[in-house]
């Protein structure tokens, strides 16, 4: 028996996804592992071998029921392998100054809100965050490396204004999904940041604000459903590309012939007529 399917064998939900057969878990390549209270301490104590015999692509936490993860030991072991980390249903309970010594870290995904101790700049690495409500903006702030941002559901930013971004030097997509928010008015010019999609917004009625994006390439509105006032987009002599989806059409189009670089304008899949 070879030590891949010993390993599948004697680990219970050591695997995310993936079959039982020891010849089609060799053909696996990365996979996902998936941690529980339960066996997260034979697999901090099997790291070596599990990590010689499997390439893991990403680390999963998850726990259910109210379960609290006490585990700094056992993280610690794991530490040095893990690259992605993604944290599923806690009931709010964990906290990641466990992870700091997560250095090697390129990517987090969790929906988890206001996740306790969270600083994303303890990642030095990090290029990939994709997160749930946040009730405090340092969170995000300093993460230098950081290339790619989501925010879901992130309505406790309303009242923080833009600052944050001015401290993200390398970003380049930025999505902002269910924000409240009036307008981009204070948003800082981020030198890199080539993609903005905005879903699903409460209240914004205008993009006034957006001109301080001069490399934006890429703009996405999606689900603004009061949002009429695309007036300040005719600012950006970078925009390529304009897509809207589900949204009021704007109240007027006579922005686009401000736009010298435009290819592609859409309006729920259809091409925008000047």
């Not at 680990?11 to 209270?37: A, C, H, M, N, Q």
């Not at 339960?38 to 990403?58: G, K």
């Not at 936490?61 to 944290?87: H, M, R, S, W």
């Not at 380049?172 to 699903?200: H, T, W």
């Amino acid at each position: 028996m070879s030590i891949k399917q010993r390993l599948y064998d004697n680990i219970p939900y050591l695997f995310e996804t993936g079959p039982r057969g020891s010849d089609e878990l060799s053909k696996l390549g990365k996979v996902s592992l998936l941690i529980t209270p339960d066996n997260l301490p034979t697999v901090a104590n099997r790291a070596d071998e599990i990590f010689q015999a499997i390439t893991f692509d990403s680390l999963t936490f998850t726990c259910k029921n109210g379960q609290d993860f006490e585990f700094f030991d056992y993280l610690e072991l794991l530490a040095p392998y893990i690259k992605k980390l993604t944290v599923q249903e806690i009931c709010g309970r964990i906290d990641f100054a466990q992870f700091e010594k997560f250095r090697n870290l390129v990517s987090i995904y969790s929906l988890i809100p206001k996740p306790k101790n969270l600083r994303l700049c303890m990642f030095p690495l990090l290029r990939m965050a994709i997160l749930g409500i946040i009730n405090k903006v340092d969170v995000l702030e300093n993460a230098e490396s950081l290339e790619c941002l989501k925010l879901m559901r992130n309505l406790q930013l309303e009242n923080t204004g833009w600052l944050w971004l001015s401290t993200l030097p390398r970003l380049q997509r930025l999505e902002l999904i269910q924000f409240v928010m009036d307008s981009l008015k204070g948003i800082p010019n981020c030198s890199n940041l080539s993609y903005l999609n905005i879903a699903y917004p409460r209240r914004l009625k205008t993009l006034d604000g957006i001109e301080a994006l001069i490399n934006l390439k890429t703009l996405e509105v999606e689900g603004a459903r009061q949002l009429l006032d695309y007036s300040a987009v005719g600012k950006l002599q970078s925009l390529q590309c304009l897509w809207i989806i589900e949204s009021a059409l704007p109240k007027s189009l006579s922005f686009l012939n401000e736009l010298p670089k435009i290819k592609e304008s859409k309006f729920n899949g259809n091409d925008l007529i000047t």
